[in-house]
């Protein structure tokens, strides 16, 4: 079981730049990956990047070279850092925890936090 709590959300202008985080119940290194996706009115939920237990990341084409992930095993958080924000990029953004066990993958999702880019 895994427990994320996001925070960093809020109301930005477009060009600027806000940094989300999680933090997690347990020690993160053990987690498979962590990632951040995010949900716009109306649309689907999609993923933005994520980052496994092995350092890989991946980032969604519509966030690469603005957005970047990162994560501190010693505080048990994941960061995203969002730079040069869009008024597309508004959204409710969740952390998400993968957890691969005996052949079972396990899913956790934190609130979620709120993000709005708008001048």
């Known amino acids: 079981q895994v427990q994320l709590v996001e925070s960093g959300g809020g109301l930005v202008q477009p060009g600027g730049s806000l940094r989300l985080s999680c933090a997690a119940s347990?020690?993160?290194?053990?987690?498979?990956?962590m990632g951040w996706y995010r949900q716009a009115p109306g649309k689907q939920r999609e993923l933005v990047t994520i980052?496994?237990?092995?350092?890989?990341?991946y980032y969604a084409d519509s966030v690469k070279g603005r957005f970047t992930i990162s994560r501190d095993n010693a505080k048990n958080t994941v960061y995203l850092q969002m730079n040069s924000l869009k008024p597309e990029d508004t959204a409710v953004y969740y952390c998400?925890?993968?957890?691969?066990?005996?052949?079972?993958?396990?899913?956790?999702w934190g609130q979620g936090t709120q993000v709005t880019v708008s001048s």
């Open positions: 998400n925890a993968t957890v691969q066990r005996m052949g079972v993958r396990y899913e956790y």
């Open positions: 347990r020690n993160i290194a053990s987690i498979n990956a």
């Open positions: 980052i496994t237990s092995g350092g890989s990341t």
